[in-house]
């Protein structure tokens, strides 16, 4: 059982792109969250300790995101949490990971202008002759129809659960090639 979380916070580092030897595009960065209270006391808002969360985003959420999302960013981030022991000699850790399902700009903070990406087959070099439409090319984002979010298509079916093997080995690949370690 896999836990979700949603946090909002500031990202506090650079986002780093890489693409896979399969042409996965993976984009990370560390991301900081701050809680503020109201202390009646001093009649202020005061800020409370900081967690720090490294997420990790894959295919075409790593594309938006890597053009989207800059240091200093206020956003929300949903996802999957994942929390690691970590030793580099003689420095030992605990670092928390969130592979992002979802994320955006905290609206909260200020205003933000969207764009949507299409991606058609054409585009992506590939047709379905056989069902008389567009099917998503091996590899890429499953199929989902602008209209009823988060109804994969038959065609799409299939390889949304390829994609989940492989997102899950290439995070595990990631994780492996980057250890992380605190600032």
Known sequence: MTDTI?????????PRVIKT????????????STQ??????????????T????????????TNAASSVVRGDRIIVSG???????EAGERKGTTVEVEADALGHDLTWGTTAFTRVIMTAAAA???????GHDAPAP?????VGW????VLTDAAAGVAADDDVERASAAADYREENAVTPF
């Open 6 to 14: 949603t946090l909002t916070g500031i990202v506090a580092t650079i």
């Open 36 to 49: 503020r209270r109201f202390d009646r006391n001093r009649n202020r808002w005061v800020d409370g300790e």
């Open 80 to 86: 999957r949490v994942r929390i690691r022991e970590w």
């Open 147 to 150: 209209a009823t979010p988060g």
């Open 51 to 62: 967690n720090w969360y490294t997420v990790t985003t894959f295919r075409q959420l790593a």
């Open 139 to 143: 590899g890429a984002s499953p199929a």
């Open 21 to 32: 030897g399969e042409e996965l595009a993976i984009t990370s960065f560390r991301l900081a």
């Open 125 to 131: 070099g590939h047709h379905d002759e056989d069902a």
